[in-house]
T-cell receptor, first 115, second 112 residues
Framework: GAGVSQTPSNKVTEKGKYVELRCDPI?????LYWYRQSLGQGPEFLIY????????DSGLPNDRFFAVRPEGSVSTLKIQRTERGDSAVYLC?????????????FGAGTRLSVL | QKEVEQNSGPLSVPEGAIASLNCTYS??????FFWYRQYSGKSPELIMS????GDKEDGRFTAQLNKASQYVSLLIRDSQPSDSATYLC????????????FGGGTRVLVKP
């Protein structure tokens, strides 16, 4: 596709439920990143993939969060036993490679609301 | 101390004036520096990248980097109401590796 695509755009769930957020990167981009943005703050890094493997998952807040990228393209961020504090906009970005100067292009995000 | 710091604003600028935004970072090993613009409810959009000391100009935007002072700035000349947005400073490299570390953003309001 022309840009990074994220689905759903909005997700409302109840505390304790399981959610999956999907990211489809720009075609040909090997690196994929997940960030979380709370209201009034800058995005915070969660995890990044180079190809199929998670190269850095240091930003995942706890073991309720997990992400996969099984074929090196689409990625899914999975959140178990959601809590109200998980409410945020989850942003996905992709870049052509993993050099520090590679530009990261962002999707429109998924707004997660945990009631 | 936050790794990347920005004044949250709002920075109020008359139309046609210059908006000056500042950002400081703590990791001296940082190598790449980015300015993203984010409209309310939208995703961050890259407007400038800079990798070496000095100035880099692109249209009405100029980014300035001073690695010795760990400081990066963005100037917006001839500010337009459409420039009203939150501007996010981001860095990578050094200890952060490939991930971007963002500041909290500066909200800019351009008044006609």
């Amino acid at each position: 596709g022309a840009g990074v695509s994220q689905t759903p755009s909005n997700k409302v769930t109840e505390k304790g439920k399981y959610v999956e957020l999907r990211c489809d990167p720009i075609s040909g981009h090997t690196a994929l990143y997940w960030y979380r943005q709370s209201l009034g703050q800058g995005p915070e890094f969660l995890i990044y993939f180079q190809g199929t493997g998670a190269a850095d998952d240091s930003g995942l807040p706890n073991d309720r969060f997990f992400a996969v990228r099984p074929e090196g393209s689409v990625s899914t961020l999975k959140i178990q036993r959601t809590e109200r504090g998980d409410s945020a906009v989850y942003l996905c970005a992709s870049s052509p490679g993993t050099g520090g100067g590679n530009i990261q292009y962002f999707g429109a995000g998924t707004r997660l609301s945990v009631l | 101390q936050k790794e990347v710091e920005q004044n949250s604003g709002p920075l109020s600028v008359p139309e046609g004036a210059i908006a000056s935004l500042n950002c400081t970072y703590s990791d001296r090993g940082s190598q790449s520096f980015f300015w993203y613009r984010q409209y309310s409810g939208k995703s961050p959009e890259l407007i400038m990248s800079i990798y070496s000391n000095g100035d880099k100009e692109d249209g009405r935007f100029t980014a300035q980097l001073n690695k010795a002072s760990q400081y990066v700035s963005l100037l917006i000349r001839d500010s337009q109401p459409s420039d009203s947005a939150t501007y996010l400073c981001a860095v990578n490299g050094g200890a952060a590796g490939n991930k971007l570390t963002f500041g909290g953003g500066t909200r800019v309001l351009v008044k006609p």
